[in-house]
């Protein structure tokens, strides 16, 4: 498993970003039983640079608090079996055969100013972040009242398995 984090923020975070992100990565992936080692990046950065990213890729020209690049197209979300066809070969990093699932930016100015907002943890609320970029990494999405109902079940039981309460 190889889960990289970048830290490009002035503001920082005092708590294990580090350890918080690995736990709910690889409690995601538990949860929607990756058949893989997987590879996953993610960037703490700042507001303005978020701000970048998100309008140079989505083309919205505002801050946000974390968006999610996937690398794996699905032909369901969670369904990993169409990944064991030659045509999916792309999707694995030739050098150490991990599944390249995307990458991940957060903000960490949002993650201090949502967690005061919602009144809990800067911790509760990286994991959060986290946990939700990691279910679209996977497929999911939240268009419809019934994704953003079955996204929201699995974020919370995964930061529920691992005791990441509010």
């Known amino acids: 498993m190889t889960i990289d984090v970048e830290y490009e923020s002035e503001d920082k975070l005092d708590l294990p970003?580090?350890?918080?992100?690995?736990?709910?990565?690889?409690?995601?992936?538990?949860?929607?039983?990756?058949?893989?080692?997987?590879?996953?990046?993610?960037?703490?950065?700042?507001?303005?640079?978020?701000?970048?990213?998100?309008s140079k890729f989505r083309f919205i020209d505002n801050t946000t608090d974390v968006l999610s690049f996937p690398?794996?197209?699905?032909?369901?979300?969670?369904?990993?079996?169409?990944?064991?066809?030659p045509e999916a070969d792309f999707?694995?990093?030739?050098?150490?055969?991990?599944?390249?699932?995307?990458?991940?930016?957060?903000?960490?100015?949002k993650v201090r100013a949502q967690a005061e907002a919602y009144g809990h943890s800067e911790e509760r609320e990286l994991a959060f972040l986290?946990?939700?970029?990691?279910?679209?990494?996977?497929?999911?999405?939240h268009e419809t009242e019934k994704e953003r109902e079955q996204m929201e079940q699995k974020q919370r039981e995964v930061l529920d398995k691992l005791g990441i309460t509010r």
């Open 130 to 141: 986290i946990a939700h970029s990691m279910f679209h990494l996977m497929g999911y999405d």
């Open 17 to 54: 970003y580090q350890e918080i992100i690995e736990k709910v990565v690889c409690e995601a992936l538990a949860y929607e039983n990756c058949p893989y080692e997987a590879e996953v990046n993610v960037l703490l950065t700042d507001d303005e640079e978020i701000r970048k990213i998100n």
């Open 71 to 85: 690398m794996v197209e699905y032909d369901r979300p969670g369904d990993f079996s169409n990944l064991e066809t």
């Open 91 to 109: 999707c694995f990093d030739p050098g150490t055969g991990e599944l390249m699932l995307g990458d991940i930016a957060v903000s960490v100015q």
